[in-house]
């Protein structure tokens, strides 16, 4: 059974840093694409960004330049480093597993920037 499980979450002051994490179980993770999608209330889930089984890797136009992600397949585990944090970056994080007709989510993280 595949398992998502995102930790790393919290609150932070604008211009903070967070990092979150997703292990991930039950699956080959170098095989999957690896995304992170945001939701905040009231607005659709968006794609943060994405990691290729290759290491390529993408990001939405409101991240570039502050987030990172990374993927570390010996530990199945990727990596959202999120820096200059904003009051807009606040939502709920969800960790994806994507692989053909595979799609796999995790339950999410709240990230909370406020002063």
């Known amino acids: 059974q595949v398992q998502l499980v995102e930790s790393g979450g919290g609150l932070v002051q604008p211009g903070g840093s967070l990092r979150l994490s997703c292990a991930a179980s039950?699956?080959?993770?170098?095989?999957?694409?690896m995304n992170w999608y945001r939701q905040a209330p009231g607005n659709q889930r968006e794609l943060v960004a994405g990691?290729?089984?290759?290491?390529?890797?993408n990001y939405a136009d409101s991240v570039k330049g502050r987030f990172i992600i990374s993927r570390d397949n010996a530990k199945n585990t990727v990596y959202l480093q999120m820096n200059s944090l904003k009051p807009e970056d606040t939502a709920d994080y969800y960790c994806?597993?994507?692989?053909?007709?595979?799609?796999?989510w995790g339950k999410g993280t709240l990230v909370t920037v406020s002063s």
């Open positions: 994806n597993a994507a692989m053909g007709l595979r799609n796999y």
């Open positions: 039950g699956m080959i993770f170098s095989r999957y694409r």
């Open positions: 990691i290729s089984s290759s290491g390529t890797t």
